[in-house]
Nanobody, 126 residues
Framework: VQLQASGGGLVQAGGSLRLSCAASGRASSQFAMGWFRQAPGKERELVSAISRIGGTTYYADSVKGRFTISRDNTKNTVYLQMNSLKPEDTAVYSC????????????????????WGQGTLVTVSS
């Protein structure tokens, strides 16, 4: 499967952005999907993830209540709605797909992701 992330950009603190991850080559419903981010000088971290059908989600503590992950399997697309953005959210955001039937948030947080898309840069100014 090929993954194409888009939607990044420059936004002021408190603003919103919506990232999209379009899958091609295979139906996205076959995969659990995750959004990762990597800020300069920091390790990559899992921000949010969603199960194959979308019934289960995971959020890192740092984004709970501000970010919402969703998916539309009819469009083979996963979204990350980011609200109340903070300067510390500045990073390159990437989407990833996992051949996994994870059905709990705890599982989504630790599964191995098999396919990766290129990143999209999100910059939040103060």
């Amino acid at each position: 499967v090929q993954l194409q992330a888009s939607g990044g950009g420059l936004v002021q603190a408190g603003g919103s952005l919506r990232l999209s991850c379009a899958a091609s080559g295979r139906a996205s419903s076959q995969f659990a999907m995750g959004w990762f981010r990597q800020a300069p000088g920091k390790e990559r971290e899992l921000v949010s993830a969603i199960s194959r059908i979308g019934g289960t989600t995971y959020y890192a503590d740092s984004v709970k209540g501000r970010f919402t992950i969703s998916r539309d399997n009819t469009k083979n697309t996963v979204y990350l709605q980011m609200n109340s953005l903070k300067p510390e959210d500045t990073a390159v955001y990437s989407c990833a797909a996992a051949w996994n039937f994870a059905t709990s948030p705890q599982a989504l947080a630790v599964i191995r992701y098999d396919y990766w898309g290129q990143g999209t840069l999100v910059t939040v100014s103060s």
